[in-house]
């Protein structure tokens, strides 16, 4: 019941109590969340004092648990006549925080892409948080697909430009939004995934890229679940597409199969130039260090000649999704992103708990990332698990379904 103060107005409830209020709902229906200990990293990883296997981690290719790799990188960088690189940069990239080897880590981007340029971020949500509000304005469309990451979401409703959401991954509905644009707006922006993140399924980029140039529309394509893993170079399902060249901005991260922090942009050198002069998240914030840029651009000219790998991880998915398709489970998807759908939100949670104690690491996923009664597991594939690690997998999900 609502109280009220003397003369009829609404009491105020204390934040305090409602906030306490809310977590226990969050308990109630299992949609409570913790930060885990974790040690470690690579294949087995150390969670809450148990190994485990880690099926719950983007690093895509094992690169971040290269250990051998890491030391003999900062070894080189400590006797090298500059010696190590900063762990700090201490101002933005328009003060004195544009250490030369964001020009070198760029270049190289700019160079493999076969773009004219590219431009480095500190995290993927900086990126998609501040490209679209900078280039667009109230006199434009953004067109953005229904499960976009939450990052693409954030940056649409920071931008002044109207938007509309089409059907996840249906193109003829996009196709109906530009119809129905043509000559009522400066520009019509298409933002999509690659990969999606959640379902593990790939979009068409190739039509995509027929849209774009039927209807004089702008693409732009966030590959953070593509590049290392698609692609005879690892730069992404675009490379994998052909369609490279017919996106104007593509967006990729190196927090995920590339092993460090950061992410960037290949696009043109004059949307490069008005970024740098009117995007928010990179102007106003410190810039990376230089000895993450560093580390970046070794990983990401390392992983140009990881097709092996990627054949592996590919591989290792699709055994995986058709195993437990074969099983009955409910998974979507084609990438190495394999989501065994669950429905309520306790099969996820308690599935979850029972893989644990056979020493699996796998976490629920459960809404408001996902829609409602679709709660699911998501096991996220690496290049150095081994094909008994996925027999195992399977047997142990074999008559566990709720």
Same mark, same amino acid.
């Given at each position: 019941?609502?109280?009220?103060?003397?003369?009829?107005?609404?009491?105020?409830?204390?934040?305090?109590? &409602?906030?306490?209020?809310?977590?226990?709902?969050?308990?109630?229906?299992?949609?409570?969340?913790?930060?885990?200990?974790?040690?470690?990293?690579?294949?087995?990883?150390?969670?809450?004092? *148990?190994?485990?296997?880690?099926?719950?981690?983007?690093?895509? $290719?094992?690169?971040?648990?290269?250990?051998?790799?890491?030391?003999?990188?900062?070894?080189?960088?400590?006797?090298?006549?500059?010696?190590?690189?900063?762990?700090?940069?201490?101002?933005?990239?328009?003060?004195?925080?544009?250490?030369?080897?964001?020009? #070198?880590?760029?270049?190289?981007?700019?160079?493999? !892409?076969?773009?004219?340029?590219?431009?480095?971020?500190?995290?993927?949500?900086?990126?998609?948080?501040?490209?679209?509000?900078?280039?667009?304005?109230?006199?434009?469309?953004?067109?953005?697909?229904?499960?976009?990451?939450?990052?693409?979401?954030?940056?649409?409703?920071? #931008?002044?430009?109207?938007?509309?959401?089409?059907?996840?991954?249906?193109?003829?509905?996009?196709?109906?939004?530009?119809?129905?644009?043509?000559?009522? !707006?400066?520009?019509?922006?298409?933002?999509?995934?690659?990969?999606?993140?959640?379902?593990?399924?790939?979009?068409? @980029? &190739?039509?995509?890229?027929?849209?774009?140039?039927?209807?004089?529309?702008?693409?732009?394509?966030?590959?953070?679940?593509?590049?290392?893993?698609?692609?005879?170079?690892? $730069?992404?399902?675009?490379?994998?597409?052909?369609?490279?060249?017919?996106?104007?901005?593509?967006?990729?991260?190196?927090?995920?199969?590339?092993?460090?922090?950061?992410?960037?942009?290949?696009?043109?050198?004059?949307?490069?130039?008005?970024?740098?002069?009117?995007?928010?998240?990179?102007?106003?914030?410190?810039?990376?260090?230089? /000895?993450?840029?560093?580390?970046?651009? =070794?990983?990401?000219?390392?992983?140009?000649?990881?097709?092996?790998?990627?054949?592996?991880? =590919?591989? @290792?998915?699709?055994?995986?999704?058709?195993?437990?398709?074969?099983?009955?489970?409910? /998974?979507?998807?084609?990438?190495?992103?394999?989501?065994?759908?669950?429905?309520?939100?306790?099969?996820? /949670?308690?599935?979850?708990?029972? $893989?644990?104690?056979?020493?699996?690491?796998?976490?629920?996923?459960?809404?408001?990332?996902?829609?409602?009664?679709?709660?699911?597991?998501?096991?996220?594939?690496?290049?150095?698990?081994?094909?008994?690690?996925?027999?195992?997998?399977?047997?142990? $999900?074999?008559?566990? *379904?709720?």
């Amino acid at each position: 019941m609502s109280h009220t103060e003397p003369g009829g107005a609404p009491a105020t409830m204390p934040i305090e109590l &409602q906030i306490g209020r809310e977590l226990e709902a969050l308990k109630a229906k299992q949609r409570y969340r913790v930060l885990p200990e974790v040690g470690g990293g690579g294949r087995k990883i150390e969670v809450d004092g *148990r190994l485990l296997l880690n099926l719950s981690s983007n690093d895509y $290719l094992g690169l971040g648990a290269d250990r051998e790799l890491l030391c003999s990188w900062l070894h080189e960088m400590a006797s090298g006549e500059a010696g190590c690189p900063a762990f700090t940069s201490s101002s933005s990239r328009l003060l004195t925080g544009n250490h030369p080897f964001y020009a #070198a880590l760029e270049s190289a981007l700019a160079s493999e !892409y076969g773009s004219e340029s590219a431009l480095v971020f500190n995290s993927g949500y900086h990126a998609n948080t501040g490209i679209l509000p900078a280039l667009s304005t109230r006199h434009d469309l953004i067109l953005c697909d229904r499960l976009n990451h939450a990052s693409i979401i954030d940056g649409i409703r920071i #931008a002044e430009a109207e938007y509309k959401r089409y059907r996840h991954a249906d193109l003829d509905h996009l196709e109906e939004l530009l119809e129905s644009a043509m000559g009522r !707006y400066r520009q019509v922006f298409i933002v999509t995934e690659s990969v999606f993140s959640m379902d593990g399924d790939l979009v068409d @980029l &190739q039509r995509l890229a027929q849209l774009k140039k039927r209807y004089g529309a702008m693409l732009i394509v966030d590959e953070a679940h593509g590049v290392g893993v698609f692609g005879d170079r690892g $730069l992404g399902l675009a490379e994998a597409a052909g369609v490279l060249d017919d996106i104007d901005i593509l967006i990729g991260t190196f927090g995920k199969a590339f092993a460090s922090t950061g992410a960037y942009a290949v696009m043109r050198s004059l949307f490069r130039e008005y970024l740098v002069n009117t995007m928010r998240t990179l102007i106003f914030t410190t810039a990376l260090p230089p /000895v993450v840029l560093g580390w970046s651009l =070794l990983v990401f000219m390392k992983q140009l000649g990881m097709k092996e790998e990627r054949n592996h991880l =590919l591989g @290792l998915s699709a055994k995986l999704r058709g195993d437990l398709r074969s099983a009955g489970f409910d /998974v979507p998807g084609e990438s190495q992103i394999v989501p065994v759908v669950l429905g309520e939100d306790r099969n996820a /949670v308690s599935m979850a708990a029972a $893989l644990r104690e056979e020493g699996f690491h796998v976490l629920p996923v459960r809404p408001p990332t996902v829609p409602e009664n679709s709660a699911r597991l998501r096991f996220s594939l690496r290049a150095d698990l081994l094909d008994g690690d996925i027999a195992s997998l399977v047997e142990n $999900l074999k008559g566990r *379904r709720p």
